[in-house]
């Protein structure tokens, strides 16, 4: 009965001067709607479990006792189910023997009923079907239950719970609706898997570069990851001022630059090279990143851009290249504060819309879990189980930039190591790859050695020399440490670095003295 109604004939009978007319309270009744519900296909499914038991392996997978619209049919399904995995047989006689060992015979409508179910099978290839529709009409019941909660909650005065983070919270519980128990997933034969890696293989094959994967455009970096394959999260960490973002959006106008696509016979497009592009920018603005891309390509300084310093020969270079970059499929999100529901929804949708095919992230630590807790730690765990089940979904790379700890600073070699991960626990475990940029020059920089009280002109000067060579020798290099790898071999890929324009380069290690 629905909550108005109620309310109406409880007033009714209080005050019976105040009687509804008849034809009102008709009215209410036509517009009470119950939850979605079909109990004859829950009566048919049982009884087909009931004929033969091996109908319960084609629901056991995904359906649930709560599920059952009618609580005395869940109740009937979790018995049965008991008794067959244990190995007994489940009908009517013996669930009447389990219901009554326990007294709840009459609660599930007694040994009539469950012969009523018996004889309400229809037919036991319709089994799968029944529990298909038994499942829908759950997932519509929680639909209607979930939008009365976000209904209430934005009704509700608090301050705090602005109405964008109730946007992201409805949004990881829709998700979590559709992905809990679904009915697609299970097992796949072998064989499939097997044409699917040769396939790639052979793709690779066909690559002048030899990659299974999305190129990064950096010769060592693909040599060790063999490219960044679909469904991977890539972690990629550093101490600030390493040059993570420099690094990420060089990888990302790498793949953009590369994107090709080819018709196939029948019509549809496949992409041969590159990525469609999807980088969510948390630190930096959309025209930060723009600029620093145009100077990484143009070979002219950011901060001259920004104080308007350019001659009127880098600024007609300036536009030359804006409208060869103009076309580039890299699209930018600058969100601050974004939570893994909202980076989903949003990634999902440049997927339908444009082919996506590489997310990057910048920067982890920026980003919130769907609850907001004081545990840091099991918030980041949060964020990189959704990042990597993102990369599953969408079956593309995803590139997450992390901090490092300050214990890095606290060692003689400062090259970073798994456990300088910012809550590293559930990073390290969640990633597929993890990786470290790491540059001396920075620290050398900063280590400028100034003249002691006991020590002479001459001896200081050999020192200072001695410095200046360590830091000319190391200036423009970098090096990328890989790690963690489930797919390949760790090891360290050395690249050039122009601090200038922050572009990555390969290192030219036939000439060196360039450098």
Do not use: C
Request: negative net charge; proline residues 3%.
């Amino acid at each position: 009965m629905g909550e108005s109604t109620f309310l109406a004939m409880a007033t009714a009978i209080q005050n019976p001067t105040n009687v509804q007319p008849l034809e009102d309270s008709e009215q209410n009744l036509s517009s009470f709607r119950s939850p979605p519900h079909n109990f004859e296909a829950e009566k048919a499914l049982l009884g087909a479990i009931f004929a033969n038991n091996n109908a319960y392996d084609r629901v056991s997978g995904y359906l649930r006792p709560e599920q059952f619209a009618d609580p005395v049919h869940g109740r009937i399904y979790d018995a049965t189910s008991k008794l067959i995995e244990r190995g007994q047989i489940a009908d009517p006689i013996t669930l009447r023997t389990f219901f009554e060992r326990d007294g709840s015979i009459a609660d599930v409508g007694g040994t009539r009923y469950l012969a009523e179910i018996a004889g309400s099978m229809v037919n036991v290839i319709n089994a799968g079907e029944y529990g298909r529709t038994i499942y829908d009409l759950h997932l519509k019941r929680q639909l209607i239950e979930l939008g009365e909660q976000i209904v209430n909650r934005a009704f509700t005065p608090e301050v705090e719970d602005d109405a964008m983070h109730q946007i992201g919270n409805a949004e990881q519980k829709l998700y979590d609706l559709a992905t809990t128990g679904e009915i697609e997933g299970g097992f796949q034969e072998f064989k499939t898997s097997i044409i699917t890696a040769i396939e790639m293989a052979e793709a690779a094959h066909k690559k002048d570069g030899k990659l299974s994967g999305v190129s990064t455009g950096l010769r060592d970096i693909d040599g060790l990851l063999g490219g960044l394959h679909p469904s991977d999260l890539v972690i990629l960490a550093g101490r600030p001022s390493m040059g993570k973002t420099a690094l990420a959006t060089n990888i990302a106008f790498n793949a953009a630059y590369d994107y090709k696509v080819e018709t196939q016979p029948d019509g549809s497009e496949k992409v041969t090279d590159g990525a469609v592009v999807g980088f969510f920018s948390l630190e930096m603005s959309a025209e930060q990143l723009a600029a620093r891309i145009l100077s990484e390509q143009t070979e002219i300084a950011s901060d001259k851009m920004r104080r308007g310093t350019l001659s009127n020969e880098e600024f007609d270079k300036l536009v030359v290249a804006s409208q060869q970059l103009y076309r580039l499929p890299i699209f930018i999100d600058d969100t601050p504060a974004m939570s893994v529901s909202m980076l989903r929804t949003r990634a999902r949708r440049l997927k339908r819309n444009g082919g996506l095919g590489l997310i990057v992230v910048d920067y982890l630590q920026l980003m919130e879990g769907s609850q907001r807790t004081d545990n840091r730690v099991q918030e980041i765990g949060e964020i990189t189980r959704g990042l990597k089940t993102l990369a599953k979904e969408l079956n593309v790379p995803v590139i997450a930039l992390s901090q490092l700890s300050r214990a890095v600073e606290q060692r003689e070699d400062k090259r970073p190591q798994l456990s300088d991960l910012r809550e590293s626990g559930t990073i390290e475990q969640d990633a597929d790859v993890v990786t470290f940029i790491y540059r001396e020059s920075y620290y050398l920089e900063r280590a400028e050695p100034a003249q002691r009280q006991d020590e002479g002109p001459d001896k200081f000067a050999e020192r200072l020399t001695r410095w200046e060579e360590r830091i000319q020798a190391v200036r423009h290099l970098s090096e990328l440490i890989i790690a963690k790898q489930r797919h390949g071999p760790t090891g360290t890929a050395k690249l050039y670095f122009d601090g200038m324009f922050t572009r990555f380069g390969d290192l030219d290690t036939q000439h060196t003295e360039k450098y």
